[in-house]
C-alpha cells in the first residue's frame, strides 16, 4: 500500500475525486454561494482598494519626481553638507559630459537658492528655482501645470504658484522684487514681472516657489557659468540604475549622481509601508475565508456521517477521504478568488479615468497628490490572492477532512 502522502496526491489527481467534491458542495448550494459571495466580495473590494492605495502613492510618487526631482540628479560631491550655493558645478562641462547620454532622455540645469519676494501688499520668503526654459520641460511637467501667462520666455519673467499668488496679492504682469543673498555674501535684488501662474500639485511648489531664468538666477546670485544641479530624465523609468552608471560614468568625481530613491527615502519608505499594509489585509481577509470555509465544510461532514461511514465501510482508504474533503476547499476557494478578482479588476475597468477628488483638492495637495485619482493594478494583485488562496484551502480543509477520516464505520451506520 502507498504512503499516505502518495496516495492522498493520487487521489486529489483522480477525476473522481473533483466529482464527488462537487456532488457534496452541490447539496446545500445556499449555503455554498453564501460562501462564495462573501469571499468573492471581500476579494473584490480588497483588490479595488489595493489598487486605489497603490494609485494614490504612485500619483505621489510622480508627482515629486515630475514636477521637481526628476528621475535623477547630479550635484557637486558634497552638496548637501552646506547650502546649495556653496557647492556648484560647472554648467558648460556638465552639460557637455551627459548630453547624449544613450540611456537620457532630458538633460536640464538648475540653480536653487533662498530668498524674499515682495509686492507692494506682501512680502513672502520663498526658494529660487533657475530654470532653462527650454530644457526643463524635459525633465519635468511643472510648465504644464501654468494656469495663465506663460511658462519662462521673455526675460525679467517669472512663474510663481497660486497660493503664492494669492499671498503677495499679484496677478500676471503684477511686479514682484526678489531680493537675495548672494554667493559673496551680499544682499541684493531685482524687480521681475509675472509671467505666469501654476496650479501646482503640491503645496510646497504653489506657495513657496519662484521660477525664474536660469541666467538671471545666475546673474542673481551672482555665479555665472555656475549651476546647483542638473535634474536628468530616464528613457526608461524602470532603468535608472542603468541610467545612473552611464550618468557617473560621465560625469566623473567632479559630480554625485542619485537617483529619486536616494533623494527621497520618505517616499520609498512610503511604499514599502504600503505594500506591508497590503500583505496584513490579504492575511486578514484570507483569515477570515478559511474560518468560514472551514465552517461549511465541518457541516458537510456532519450532514454527510453515515454516508462516510458506509464509503469507509466498504474500503476506501482514508487518504482518499481526505482528498474529497480537499478537493471542496479548493472549489470554493478557487471558484470564488475568480469571481473575486473579477469583480475587483471590473471595478477596476469602470473606474479607469479616475475618481474626481476636487472637492477635497486643498487636502490632497498638501500631500502632492492630484485631484484625479486613477486605480493602479499590478501583477502582484493577481499573483499575491492565488498563491495566499493554495495555501488558504489545505488550511481550510485540513480540520473538517481529519474529522471525516476519524468517524468510525460502525457507529456512523447506526445513525440515522
Known sequence: MAPAPMEFARSLARPSTWRLALRGLGRQPRRSGVVLAAVAIGLGALVLAMALQFGLIEQMVETAIRTEIGDLQAHAPDWNEAPPLERRLPLAESLAALEGAPTLSGVAPRVRGEGLAQSPRASVGVRVLGADPEREPSVSTLASFVRTGAWLGEPRRVVIGSGLARRLGVEVGGKVVLSVQDARGD???????????????????????????????????????????????????????????????????????????????????????????????????????????????????????????????????????????????????????????????????????????????????????????????????????????????LIAGFWPALRAVRIRPAEALRRT
Not at 544682499?187 to 505666469?196: A, C, H, I, M
Not at 552611464?246 to 549622481?257: D, H, I, M, P, Y
Not at 479548493?330 to 474626481?356: K, P, Q, S, Y
Open 187 to 393: 544682499l541684493t535684488g531685482e524687480s521681475f514681472r509675472v509671467g505666469g501662474i501654476v496650479n501646482a500639485p503640491s503645496r510646497e511648489l504653489d506657495e513657496s516657489v519662484v521660477v525664474v531664468r536660469i541666467d538671471e538666477a545666475q546673474r542673481l546670485y551672482a555665479i555665472p557659468g555656475e549651476i546647483s544641479e542638473v535634474a536628468l530624465r530616464a528613457r526608461d523609468g524602470e532603468q535608472l540604475a542603468a541610467a545612473s552608471a552611464v550618468a557617473k560614468r560621465a560625469l566623473g568625481e567632479s559630480a554625485r549622481v542619485e537617483t529619486w530613491r536616494e533623494l527621497e527615502p520618505m517616499l520609498v519608505a512610503l511604499l514599502g509601508l504600503f505594500d506591508q499594509m497590503g500583505w496584513v489585509i490579504y492575511a486578514a481577509i484570507f483569515v477570515a475565508m478559511a474560518f468560514g470555509i472551514a465552517n461549511v465544510l465541518l457541516m458537510s461532514v456532519f450532514e454527510r456521517t453515515r454516508e462516510i461511514g458506509v464509503m469507509l465501510a466498504i474500503g476506501m482508504l482514508p487518504a482518499r477521504m481526505v482528498a474529497i474533503v480537499t478537493a471542496e476547499s479548493v472549489v470554493l476557494v478557487v471558484t470564488g478568488v475568480a469571481l473575486g478578482l473579477a469583480l475587483g479588476f471590473g471595478a477596476i475597468w469602470l473606474l479607469r479615468d479616475g475618481i474626481d477628488l476636487a472637492a477635497w483638492s486643498e487636502g490632497m495637495r498638501e500631500f502632492g497628490v492630484p485631484t484625479l485619482l486613477k486605480p493602479v493594478a499590478r501583477a502582484g494583485d493577481v499573483w499575491a490572492p492565488l498563491w495566499v488562496a493554495g495555501i488558504t484551502a
